[in-house]
């Protein structure tokens, strides 16, 4: 039997990134359990499956790189959604036997939970110790050395932020007609970073969901998305999520050419 093919990526060769933030299937699984307001123990695994294959599908879109593990782990949902339409086996005395198929991946889960409640605290507990213990200034410089490079959401999660994504994309999609497509047309994302830092005053907040509704393409909104995350890793913003909204705001580092000389697209 022949495997399905994704379908093709709409979005350039020059727009792919790597985001290494993903904490695994098992992070995702979590963050659907908590969102959707369900207990772990008694896990909806059609909904949760269905949901899972739409972030799926979303990184795709975005040409993200997806792990192997979250592939493996959309196959065993489905294989557990499959065990749970099944007719359960019954004794001889007609008593159904007590066997969930949910219950190692509520197993798993549930270790996974604890395992990240004790690193949280244990980084809460560092960052305490690390304001008790002031570090040199030489010390300083190495640890921004080795920072350079790593994208920093500070409070919003990467799931959060692609959940809000995909719901600007929906309700683009619902309000806009079908876009008319230009030959020659394109957005480029550093033409996107330099929109954004001209429109950024500093100590004011940014409505970044505002600023992607007001765009005129899905292309546009693209490349503009991918701008606040070039923007976040090179620490020339700072993220923050309210009711209802997401909140840029423009540090005090400065752009430096060569930084911007090696976004593509």
């Known amino acids: 039997m022949s495997t399905p093919q994704s379908p093709p990526s ?23 359990i908590r969102i959707n307001e369900v207990e772990i123990t008694d896990i ?31 196959a065993y949902l489905i294989h557990l959604k499959s065990r749970l339409l099944l007719p359960r086996p019954k004794t001889v005395d007609g008593e159904e036997i007590e066997d969930d198929p949910r219950q190692d991946l ?3 889960l549930i270790e996974y939970r604890r395992l990240k409640e004790v690193a ?24 921004a050395r080795q920072a350079d490079g790593q994208l920093d ?37 550093r033409e996107q970073i330099d929109r954004l830092l001209g429109l950024m ?29 070039e923007l976040a890793r090179l620490n020339l913003v700072r993220l923050h999520q309210t009711a209802g909204a997401i909140l840029l705001y423009r540090t005090t580092r400065q752009a430096l050419a060569h930084e911007l000389e090696t976004i593509q697209g």
């Open 10 to 32: 709409l979005l350039p060769a020059a727009w792919r990134v790597r985001l290494p933030v993903f904490e695994g299937p098992l992070d995702l699984l979590l963050h659907l």
């Open 44 to 74: 909806p695994v059609a909904m949760i499956c269905e949901q899972f294959h739409q972030y799926l599908q979303l990184m795709e879109e975005l040409n993200l790189d997806v792990a192997g593990e979250y592939v493996y782990m959309a």
């Open 106 to 108: 509520v197993a798993r």
């Open 120 to 143: 949280q605290t244990l980084a809460e507990v560092d960052s305490v110790r690390q304001g008790m213990w002031p570090r040199r200034s030489d010390e300083l410089k190495t640890i």
């Open 153 to 189: 959401l500070g409070e919003v999660s990467l799931f959060d932020l692609l959940k809000s994504f995909r719901e600007v994309l929906a309700r683009f999609e619902r309000e806009h007609p079908p876009p008319l497509h230009l030959a020659g047309e394109s957005y480029s994302v």
């Open 201 to 229: 005053d500093p100590g004011r907040p940014y409505d970044l969901l505002d600023d992607l509704r007001a765009l005129r393409s899905r292309g546009e909104v693209v490349a503009a998305f991918l701008a606040v995350l």
